[in-house]
């Protein structure tokens, strides 16, 4: 039963890290355009700005 | 209206560390790619710090310094790229609701982890009572569960012990009472079983309870937004603005917040009157059907008044502001809504209801239990615990999942039929009323105008009168460009404000406008005046050709007569209460066949009209769409409204309708009956399990395992009971997505094509 006094707090902070990450994903929008989320992974503007030059001042 | 008009620096809202912001529900968004175009577009003008597209509520946020750009460029940028943007205005928005969600969501997190945690140490318990736990290992465990529930609790409740906190202050009772009361005794019972090393704690059943509570109340918050964001949308794609003119004469176009009594506004043909006003230059013809319900157009000029939310015709008008004191029509409409929606909060909602009966029952048990015990001469710690108990057995968990389980279920079949709930309790009045009171204009009928005979009409003729209508910002010319399916606008046209517009087509003029303007026979007029009484129409003419004449008039809905014969089949009673005037609503009523048909009705008529029915005991459900409408509906039992209604009909109805049918009403009280059938099964499944449960627990035998079975077997019971109603609904079609009017986008290409 020695074993408990490791585990239990293992347990608890595996699970109070998943809150943590809840709330921190919460707190940076993430959870605010759930359809936009799922096209963005198609978009991939960081790679296209480092081969295309930059256009001038669109105006 | 050319975007540099307009003052959108008005629509910006600084931000804490010197820079701006501006929202901006855009049009025209259609897939994925637009997200990358818009925000790579933007993202490269100077100075823009961040711009980021919502692709959920179709908003664009922008961020940028002060100096370095101005948000009429962003606006161009984005028109350029072949989207339309309208901005929000700030005095309109709240970002309250949008913190409540948050902070729902944060307490169901915390209560989730919680729940969890303390559910591990429960099922060890459990498995070691019937194996060979020790007790030194049970009340170590007992300890930690307290360690993690109660500070958890003390967070994750504060919604419920915030909202019952506010019914006792007031002398009432709400669901929310006996939920924390439950709670907070379950955990203290809890806390002193453990002090004193009992076998027994309950900590896993209160925070279990307080995780699905809150996922009730995040769904049912949830609903409540997505409906808001819509009418939000629809609201400010309608640019709910007016073109200021300064002092100097420049005109700017600001949000209505920003626009005071003594101001001086354009209001330009074509366009809708925002403000109450008296006309000080200008002369034109207004529609008044959103305000008053009448058809026919009315002539104004200097001196007239002119009231927000109609539409202007012909002429170009400068309107003083006037301020909204007693006698406008805006006030009166104010007055009568706040009187009306004084009388519907006396409702009371089938949850509170059972729980004022509810309230008292459980708790005059649970001491009638512990004196019972007392006279019996137990100990009186032991018969506080057994009185504890019969509380945490009736903690109303089934009973508090009964209700919003049902509502969540119902609401989201709802949004998928085209109606957004602005209520959670909208359901249970809608299952209720036995009478539906119609408005007429823009409710029965559409709100755009159709053309009429259109198989009549030579598709040549059309084709190109269409062309030329594109260019025309009046609202029978917009129908006609609609009805040709019009889409790329003559460049070489031009409008003549109140006559019409006209374009040199192959060396040929083309002209469209009133009847006048293209030179079209008076008999001719009045032969299709004597078909159609109730018709507007507008005159094309090519060259020395004979001019034609289309007809306009606002038709039914097209699957009106279907829905209103089923209406009838489900036992409902119809009216109609419009403000138009009595020829109009006879034709309509005969064709719909509804006998009781009242025309000519104010404000206040109308709301005397519900009164009668409600005096007959009847519930009346009221669709209604225009300004004339707001009171009644909100007076009304329940209300529904089409999302192109005005703002404040949208604001006092409790759920929207989207499109062009009237489907949605029929599906509204046919879900909502559904819906109500289920809530009440749900409760009786909560009765039912008390009156089994709770004999056991005033006699003491219950055990935390029959606690904890009975607990989530009643909830589990209620879910699935709710969950029910969706089942052979597979099929159910697709919610029309917040697609803006047709007239705009065709607005939008003839912008785009003389750019």
């Not at chain 2, 948000?71 to 609701?97: C, K, M, N, Q, W």
């Not at chain 2, 008039?553 to 119809?574: E, H, N």
Request: glycine share 8%.
């Amino acid at each position: 039963m020695e074993v408990l006094v490791f585990l239990i707090p293992v347990a608890l902070a595996l699970g109070a890290l998943g809150l943590v990450a809840f709330l921190w994903s919460l707190r940076s929008g993430q959870y605010d355009d759930l359809d936009g989320a799922k096209w963005r992974i198609l978009n991939d503007d960081d790679v296209a700005a480092e081969r295309e030059p930059q256009d001038n001042d669109p105006t | 209206m050319t975007t540099q008009t307009r003052d959108w620096a008005a629509f910006a809202v600084p931000t804490p560390d010197g820079g701006c912001r501006l929202e901006l529900a855009v049009e025209g968004i259609t897939c994925a790619a637009c997200i990358g175009d818009i925000e790579r577009g933007i993202g490269r003008m100077p100075g823009i710090r961040s711009a980021r597209l919502n692709y959920t509520t179709r908003r664009l946020a922008v961020d940028w310094t002060v100096d370095a750009s101005d948000p009429t460029r962003i606006v161009t940028t984005l028109e350029r790229l072949g989207y339309r943007a309208h901005p929000f205005d700030p005095g309109r928005r709240s970002a309250e609701e949008e913190a409540e969600t948050r902070r729902l969501l944060r307490a169901m997190a915390v209560a989730g982890f919680a729940a969890m945690n303390v559910m591990l140490f429960s099922v060890s318990i459990w498995a070691g009572n019937a194996t060979d736990i020790t007790g030194e290992t049970r009340d170590l465990f007992h300890w930690l569960s307290a360690f993690i529930a109660l500070p958890a609790a003390a967070y994750a409740g504060q919604p419920f012990f915030e909202s019952a906190g506010r019914a006792l202050r007031a002398l009432r009772t709400n669901m929310d009472v006996p939920i924390s009361i439950g709670i907070v005794g379950t955990l203290a019972l809890s806390l002193w079983q453990t002090a004193r090393g009992e076998p027994e704690a309950y900590f896993d059943s209160a925070v279990m309870l307080l995780f699905f509570l809150l996922l009730g109340r995040f769904l049912d918050q949830n609903m409540r937004r997505r409906t808001r964001s819509v009418a939000e949308n629809v609201a400010a794609l309608r640019a709910e603005t007016a073109a200021r003119v300064a002092p100097d004469g420049t005109v700017r176009e600001v949000p209505l917040s920003k626009v005071d009594p003594g101001d001086r506004v354009l209001v330009r043909p074509g366009e809708r009157v925002s403000v109450d006003g008296v006309v000080e230059t200008g002369a034109s013809d207004i529609d008044q059907s959103l305000v008053t319900g009448e058809t026919n157009h009315v002539g104004v000029g200097p001196g007239d008044r002119v009231y927000a939310g109609t539409l202007n015709i012909t002429g170009a008008l400068t309107v003083q502001v006037t301020a909204a004191t007693e006698g406008t029509l805006l006030a009166e409409v104010n007055r009568l809504l706040e009187a009306a929606a004084q009388a519907k909060s006396s409702y009371m909602r089938l949850a509170d209801r059972v729980a004022r009966l509810y309230a008292p029952v459980v708790h005059t048990a649970a001491l009638a239990t512990f004196l019972g015990w007392i006279a019996l001469g137990t100990d009186w710690r032991h018969a506080l615990v057994i009185a504890v108990s019969v509380l945490i057995i009736t903690c109303p968990c089934a009973l508090a999942l009964a209700i919003p389980a049902v509502q969540v279920v119902a609401s989201g079949q709802l949004f998928r039929r085209g109606v957004l709930l602005h209520a959670g309790d909208a359901i249970e009045r809608l299952a209720a009323a036995d009478v539906v009171a119609f408005d007429k204009t823009g409710t029965l009928t559409l709100p755009e105008p159709a053309i009429l005979d259109a198989d009549r009409i030579d598709p040549a003729v059309l084709a190109a009168a269409g062309r030329l209508a594109l260019s025309s910002r009046h609202p029978l010319g917009m129908a006609l460009a609609r009805a040709a399916r019009a889409d790329r606008p003559l460049p070489s046209a031009t409008e003549r404000p109140g006559e019409g517009v006209e374009a040199m087509v192959d060396g040929e003029l083309e002209q469209l406008g009133s009847a006048q303007f293209c030179g079209a026979d008076e008999w001719a007029v009045a032969a299709l005046l004597a078909r159609h009484p109730e018709a507007s129409m507008v005159a094309y003419r090519r060259g020395n050709r004979p001019p034609v004449l289309f007809a306009f008039d606002q038709g039914l809905r097209p699957d009106a007569i279907d829905v209103v014969a089923d209406l009838r089949a489900a036992g409902l009673k119809l009216e109609i209460i419009s403000g138009d005037r009595p020829g109009p609503v006879a034709a309509i009523a005969e064709k719909l066949g509804i006998a009781d048909a009242l025309a000519g009705q104010h404000p206040a008529d109308k709301i005397a009209r519900l009164e009668a029915l409600h005096q007959q005991g009847h519930k009346v459900l009221m669709v209604g769409d225009g300004l004339n409408d707001a009171p009644a509906l909100a007076a009304a039992h329940v209300s529904l409204s089409p999302v192109t209604a005005v703002h404040l009909s949208q604001a006092s109805a409790d759920a929207l309708f989207l499109g062009n049918r009237l489907r949605p009403v029929y599906d509204a009280i046919r879900t909502a009956r559904a819906a109500k059938g289920a809530m009440v099964q749900n409760l009786w499944i909560a009765v039912i399990y008390n009156v089994i449960a709770v004999p056991l627990a005033v006699a003491g035998y219950v055990t935390p395992l029959i606690a904890a079975l009975a607990m989530s077997g009643s909830s589990i019971i209620v879910t699935v009971n709710a969950l029910r109603l969706r089942w052979g609904d597979a099929g159910a079609p697709q919610p029309p997505a917040s697609q803006p009017p047709i007239p705009d986008r065709l607005r939008r290409l003839a912008d785009a094509e003389a750019a």
